[in-house]
């Protein structure tokens, strides 16, 4: 069984190929990392998978279902959640409020009118999981400190216990010791949940990829386990340069 | 809980309600004009009574507003008469607080037929459009006119003047060669008065509420329709002598019909000018202004009658049949109909004196609405 | 205190009917000013959705309450609900258009769609009455017992009690999750769509239920009128409530109620002191308010209780 | 003694009626990178915004190669000499690449080919809008839009987030040219201080407004016990 | 054949016309982003000043429309500088409110010192009548507006749209914080364009008397068409608003000339139509 898989996926923008026909699986429980030089199309391919784009030519599967033509938000009730490069916050909601909303949405309940919110307990706890500081929890997000808006956006998608995580450059911004706690936190997610990690920091990326997918131009460039993609001259030229390569 | 008093003593108060604001703000205030014309020239006490006048806009396109001052003005004001009423619309709306309120409600410048049908309390001081038509399509007729376009505005008043026209033209033998209705809001011409270019009819009728006048006017000349030979006729809404002067040469020769002209050549109406123009000095007044100041004499006569007294059934039976001169001429209320009866004139835009003025040179005596 | 906060405008309107006998028209007129104000205000203040074209909705409530006290229905309670059941129709069937084309031109929709009913309403004389408007609507005794009278007693309490369930009722929503969904949606409907929102019908949603609520606020006009015309469907009644809601402060309810009060009021006071000069008057009272108050009347209250 | 490039003494500064930053005291000379270190939150950001006239300064002075900045507009700033990465990026969105570089350019060495030879990916996407380029060209593109203005001093915040390796080492070395050859100064926020250090002079770290340890950026990096104290840093 | 060329041409003119009418406000709005529904105010002030200057003080008609045209211009630096500034960072709706409340100021103000009744205009000789080309007729005064709108375009898009001055309005526009940390003049940037968008408006409502008449309620009654000028046409342009306007004055004046009965429902479902085929304005593609 795959968990999320594509076949010859395709966006134009114009004249421009940003994914040219990308076949791709991520299977169940997967930690696996999707790296490649800037403008490399990663945003693009984890926008046609969630949704956020249609694609111009190709199709995408979540556990065997066709989820191509599917609105963003049923791919998120089949289970795919993601993060975004870009901070997507709601900058007049603090923290709980958002991730109570998030938990009540994954829960069916966004349509209820009769009644207030629930699910602020849970949301409290999974604050507690990823140290979010309590002072910071019920001020404004348009407020916090940028590392502390990274840290929500994380929340937010693990607020809705995905099946398939989509992680944009989850830790860009965030200090080191800090991101490092933030992935212990992805890493320890249920075995089953698939995770895509985009990054830039390969410390991070080694250490926590089972599997690296290269992306350069839209297409794949390379596909394997760390160390023979670290080992990959192409890669090397393309993307990593003359980087150490730390193994974790 | 309140109550309406019935005081016979004090102040005599009117409801007045016209559009101050908005696109018939002009209208408003050539009525007002009128009625503080009326009462400069009369004084303000009549019948031992003082004449107070409460003045309310409408802004001339909400009914509900329009009712709504009627109400307030009858219960918390406590007026004994409401007047006024610059449109149709705004009219009917006030008509069922006439009725309850049993007040008069002297309508000075809305000119659609049905209005005094709406309640036993209504009288008019203007005219129906109607009234002011027939008489243009019988002159037409008799002049040798034998095909006509009609050119009116898409709304109640226009749709009366349309229907008088078409029914005295063609009893008449004329011939209806094109009907066109243009929209109230951002009427553009030009395309209208292309198609009466295609038409080619002898004679072009128009009603378009006034102040439009002047652009249609300049589309007309622009176009050379007269160089084609169509000639213009119409109410003298077209021509209103609010701004006719202004209009300039393109007005020259047009014929229309109507009950009042500032060229009137009268005692009465000179006089009427002059206490006019210590009111709004540098505005010709209208015929809505004669509508105010006729109305507002109508009031006056009514309460005198009533030796002061105002109930308002009484000052309705008061005012029923009472005629007099004008500055427009000799008019009638109808006793059963509580409508204007008036003459109507035909008259010829021409240059005087330097200014433009709709000269009178036909007379159809004592028209009645045939609405 | 909070609860007496919250009783605060009731008891003030209800103070009102006896202590300003005479001025129940205008109070009803403000009561359902405030009904159409709180209809935009479910829709722009919380969802984030403007529109130029509601008085689309309020008309159409007025016209059907209307033609059907007309043809000889005139029990109000069951017009009301027609209307709004009418109205919320229209509501979806535009939605998708409305939604379909996105922020501005979403915006400029409703206001080709409100025009266009207004020029369709003027076209079909022979069931509005056209320019002239609706003639001869007979509304029946409220409960059978209460008769719409001259001084507006009836009108003016059956007009406050249906604001008040009414606001009751949208206070319910708004607290709620949908309610929580519609200001996420407005806040960032990017990041809403992926935490599995579905934003257009929750806007949909919203977008009924305002337009429901306007028709009510139409039908109620029409009622306690007894009379509907054309100027219910017009630009000028979808921008002035528009401005009675940015005046009290959008996205707080109250706001609406207080905008609609303060408008009202402040027009009438105006003109019936300068019938030729209020518009300069209210206008400055506009800029000047623009300018001080961020999130209006409701903003400057909250900025002087914190005080 | 001569002013230093830019003067910092006691400031402190913060957002609306808050205060962030309290006695701050700073200087950087000419032809000299400073690294600013510290957590999230610790103030990093608002010190750069205080720079810009974009923070609000509430007390102390700043002077820019001897004029006093306090009260100026930030467009005076900019004209002063100040090059402004904002952390946030903030390319103009309706404007093209190539329109977001020459619309606040100054005459210099930095110009639309420099830029382009730095970056060859941007020379590509020259006609793309700013709101379609992907994170790390919107990065690419903010830093050549601040060099565009040929500024005597680059204030970087988080200049190499989101670029890829190789882009990294290209911008570092860079950033290294240009404050040795070029002896134009910088200051660089990064939250990976081993990557800054070795191409800084000297670093500060600031932690909740205020600087808790200053010092040669190579001593730093000597001293991994006071990253690990002040930014819970492990090295390895 | 030749009806329907005249009616062509005169519906090319009216949305000409429109165009002017309504290239102030895609400079203001879509350029910069400030609702600003007083659009129709700075064209009234513009046409009474046109009015005035011709009929009571005989000054020839090329140098009114100059008079109306800076009058408005400088009206609009006035209120820019002193009000409009503190409004560029609200909320669009707060920015409706306070223009609004402008237009009831100065329609108040005009109706105060001109009353409320319509202004109308002499135009020159050289101006009225109407020349035939063969067979096909058009007046003078729409030539002559056909030639001014031409030129007022070319000049906007060379002059102001592909410029670098108008990269930078756009730039103060997308982030005005981080335009002047970049060194942009935001507020003189801000006060030109203001200025500029103001004189066109009076420009616009100068032209307009003529053929529009005047009267104190012109802002509110030509508002609805301004906006949909703008929304039709798109931001961030004037050629897509010139489109838009020539579009819609050609649909409008077709459609009264050939189906008179359905009135005002062309010119509304024309614009739906194009706003939910193009919802992004006219030249520009959905997802570009
Ligand atoms: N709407 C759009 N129109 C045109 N081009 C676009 C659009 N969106 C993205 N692109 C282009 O597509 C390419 C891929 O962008 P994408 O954001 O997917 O890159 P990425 O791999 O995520 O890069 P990074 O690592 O910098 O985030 C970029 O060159 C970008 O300029
Ligand atoms: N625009 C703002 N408005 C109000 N408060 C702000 C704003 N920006 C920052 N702050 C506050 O200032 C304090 C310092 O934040 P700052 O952004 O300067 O930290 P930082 O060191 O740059 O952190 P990071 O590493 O996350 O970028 C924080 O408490 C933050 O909430
Ligand atoms: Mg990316
Ligand atoms: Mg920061």
Redesign the pocket.
Known sequence: MIALGTCHLTRR??G?T?VDAVSFNLLPGARHALI??????????VNLLSGALPASEGQVMLFGQDITHLPQHARVRAGLARTF?VNQLFPQFTPLESVTLAIGEREGQGATWWRGARHGAEAARLLDDLHFPEADRTRPTAELPYGRQRLLEIALALALKPRVLLLD?PAAGVPPAESREVMQAIAALPRDVAVLL?E?DMDLVFRFAERITV?AFGAVLADGEPDAIAKDPRVREAYLGTAEVAHG | APRLVQAQSGNFRIGLILPMTGPFASTGRQVDAGIKAWLRRNGESVAGRRIEILLRDDTGTQPDVTRRLAQELVVRERVKALAGFGLTPLALAAAPIATEAKVPMVVMAAATSVIVQRSPFILRTSFTLPQATAPMAQWAAANGIRNVATLVTDFAPGLDAERAFKNRFTAAGGRIALELRTPLRNPDYAPFLQRVRDAAPEALFIFVPSGEGAALMKQFAERGLAQAGIRVIGTGDVLDDDILNEMGDVTLGAITSHHYSAAHDSAENRAFLESYAQVLPNVRPNFMAVGGFDGMHLIAEALKRTNGNDDGERLVAAAKGLSWTSPRGPITIDANTRDIVQDIYIRRAERRDGQIWNIEFDRIPQVRDEG | MRIALHALPWLVAIGAYFAMPEQLPLLSAIAIAALFALSLDLLVGYAGFVTLGHAAFFGLGAYVAGILGQQGWGEPISGLLIAAAVAALLGLVTAPLVLRAGELAGLMVTLGLGLMLYEAANKAAFLTGGADGLQGVEIWPVFGAFRFDLWGRTAYLYSLAVLFVLFLLAQLLVRSPFGLSLRAIRENPKRAAAIGIPVKRRLAAAYVIAAAYAGVAGALLAQTTQFASLDALSFQRSAEGLLMLVLGGLGTLYGALIGAAAFTIAHHTLSEASPQFWQFWLGIALVALALLGRGGLMGALRRMTRR | MADPLLFIENLSAGWGEGLVLEGISLRVEEGQALALLGRNGAGKTTLINTLMGIARQRGGAIRLAGTVLDRLAPERRATLGLGWVPQERAVFRSLTVAENLTAVARPGRWDEKAVYALFPRLAE?RR?LGS??????QQMLAIGRALMLNPRLLLLDEPLE?L?PVIVQGLLFAIQRLVRDEGMAAILIEQHATQILPITDQAVILDRGRIVAKGASSQMLAEPALLERHLGLSLH | MTAFLSVLLDGFASGMLLFVLSVGLSVTLGLMNVVNLAHGAFGMVGGYVCVVLLNRMGVPFPLALAGATVAAGVLGLVLERTLYVRLYRRDHLEQVLFSIGLVFVLGAAVDWFMGARQQLIQLPDWLSGRVEFWGVGLGRYRIFLIAVCGALVAALHLGLVRTRFGAQLRAAVDDGVVARGMGLPVPRLFALTFTLGSALAGLGGALGVEVLGLDPTFPLKYMVYFLIVVAVGGTNTVIGPFVAALLLGIVDVLGKYYVPEVGAFIIYTAMVVLLLARPHGLLKRA??
């Open positions: 923008f114009g421009f940003a490649g030089p800037n403008g490399a199309g990663k945003t693009t391919f490069q450059e985009i830039h992306l | 996407r793309n379609q380029l992907s994170g790390g060209e989101g890829a | 997802d570009a």
